[in-house]
């Protein structure tokens, strides 16, 4: 019985290393160099808060993101565009 517990065991682990690939895959395809270069055309310096709030649009919290980046000074329309390329890249 110890090798079917084995095979188990290794196809678990598979599972969840795949499982982990999935999850993290769209993280990877995230753009925070684009964020904070949008937030850098609408002439606002890119500051710790950009950066906060950019990683926030890049794990899908688009409000917190734009609420983040106008709080830093960034305009609405800057701020909305700069957290959907964070979330979907071009």
Do not use: K, Y
């Not at 753009?31 to 899908?60: F, K, M, N, R, Y």
């Not at 329309?77 to 957290?83: D, H, K, S, T």
């Amino acid at each position: 019985m110890r090798v079917p517990a084995r095979t188990a065991g290794a196809l678990t682990g598979l599972t969840l290393v795949l499982g982990g690939v999935a999850f993290t895959a769209p993280a990877a395809h995230a753009d925070i160099p684009a964020c904070t270069g949008l937030v850098q055309q609408a002439g606002v310096e890119v500051s710790d808060a950009v950066g906060t709030a950019c990683t926030q649009g890049v794990h899908g919290d688009l409000a917190g993101c734009v609420s983040g980046l106008t709080g830093a000074g960034v305009p609405g329309g800057a701020a909305n565009g700069a957290c959907r390329m964070a979330a979907n890249p071009p």
